[in-house]
Structure formats: C-alpha cells, structure tokens
Antibody, heavy 117, light 108 residues
Framework: EVQLVESGGGLVKPGGSLRLSCAAS????????MNWVRQAPGKGLEWVGR??????????DHAAPVKGRFTISRDDSKNTLYLQMNSLKIEDTAMYYC????????WGQGTLVTVSS | EIVLTQSPGTLSLSPGERATLSCRAS???????LAWYQQKPGQAPRLLIY???SKATGIPDRFSGSGSGTDFTLTISRLEPEDFAVYYC?????????FGQGTKLEIK
C-alpha cells in the first residue's frame, strides 16, 4: 500500500525558512516522480512543483509563485522527498501535500505551514 | 500553462438528483491525463477519477468521468447526502500541472 507522510510544518515569520519532508513507502521511490501541492486556507489547490526520478534526469519544475524561493529535492536512500522553502511570505501559508502518480494519484494527509509575524 | 475552468462555480441540487460538473482546458490535455477530486472540510482531497474516465479504488458506481481533448465531465448519477462537497479537476499531461478553481456542490 502506498503511504506518503508529510512532516516539518509549523509557524515561521515572514522571510524565514522551513524544510518539509515526505516519507514514502509501498512503492519503488527511486523510480518515482514526486510532486508538492498546496492549499491556502479556504482556497483551491495549487501545484507547487515536481521532481523526476534520477533515471529520468532528476530535474525539477517549480510553479511560478515559488520559483527561486522553493527547492524540491529527494534522498532515494531514505525514500524521502523534501521541500526547502526560503524567503517565506504570508501568502505561502497553506497545507502542503506530497503526491505521487503511478497510474493512480496518491496523496499524503498534509502538513500545515503558517507564515505570520 | 494549461488553464482549467470549472463550471458552474456552485451547483445547488437535492439528494437523488443528477449532478454534471464541467472542466474545460485552455488547450488539449495530453493522453487525457485529467483527474477529479472530492474534498470535504478539514480533509485531504480524495481521488475519484484519473485518466479522465478510470475510477479510483472504492469509488461508488454513481461517479463517472468522461471527455477528451479540452472538455471533461464528472457525473454523479444520483446524489447521496455524503456527495455534497467541493470538486476539483487537475491536468497532469504537461508541466505545470494545474487545477481548476473548484465546483461547490451544495444541498438545495
């Protein structure tokens, strides 16, 4: 069974940094393309970015609102996906989900990031 | 970037009625890589349909997805009380993967 468990959320001041993690199990993580999706309170879903498997180049794509501030990475030895978030803004406040498609979409339960002074 | 437009924004129906939700893309979606999700307050999105018309595990038969190219539809044949929620479509045919703005299905 595919499981995705996010962690690392919390309260951070504007301009601060935070790193989110997503522990994956139930599939071959090293072969997987992984994504981050977020949802601000009371708002819709927003794709944050994606990282390909190393065999497919390991490249990343980031959505325009986070490009240059957020970085997606992976540690295949730990079956873990990361989202490094720098220069955080109030509008980055959201629930952050990691997701994976292997013919069907799988989502974690999310971790909440609150950016506030 | 592919923009997804969902309509209507809010749909007011009664239990037992048929619901038809639309998702229109600004350009053709590769391989019909279109998913539908249901979300209730305080919960993560729940996958209903993937690849435009394939039903996820455990999803009741009253839910169905159809369409291709730029026009997609989620149909709920006979509404149950637990179906009232917000529904999103997502395309994953090309990066950036994008979501529609959502349709709120409310009890009339």
């Amino acid at each position: 069974e595919v499981q995705l468990v996010e962690s690392g959320g919390g309260l951070v001041k504007p301009g601060g940094s935070l790193r989110l993690s997503c522990a994956a199990s139930g599939f071959t993580f090293s072969n997987a393309w992984m994504n981050w999706v977020r949802q601000a309170p009371g708002k819709g879903l927003e794709w944050v970015g994606r990282i390909k498997s190393k065999t497919d180049g390991g490249t990343t794509d980031h959505a325009a609102p986070v490009k240059g501030r957020f970085t997606i990475s992976r540690d295949d030895s730990k079956n873990t996906l990361y989202l490094q978030m720098n220069s955080l803004k109030i509008e980055d406040t959201a629930m952050y989900y990691c997701t994976h498609y292997n013919g069907v979409w799988h989502w974690g339960q999310g971790t909440l990031v609150t950016v506030s002074s | 970037e592919i923009v997804l437009t969902q309509s209507p924004g809010t749909l007011s129906l009664s239990p037992g009625e048929r619901a038809t939700l639309s998702c229109r893309a600004s350009q053709s979606i590769s391989s019909n890589y279109l998913a539908w999700y249901q979300q209730k307050p305080g919960q993560a999105p729940r996958l209903l349909i993937y690849d435009a018309s394939s039903k996820a595990t455990g999803i009741p038969d009253r839910f169905s997805g159809s369409g291709s190219g730029t026009d997609f539809t989620l149909t709920i044949s006979r509404l149950e009380p637990e179906d009232f929620a917000v529904y999103y479509c997502q395309q994953y045919g090309s990066s950036p993967y994008t979501f529609g703005q959502g349709t709120k299905l409310e009890i009339k």
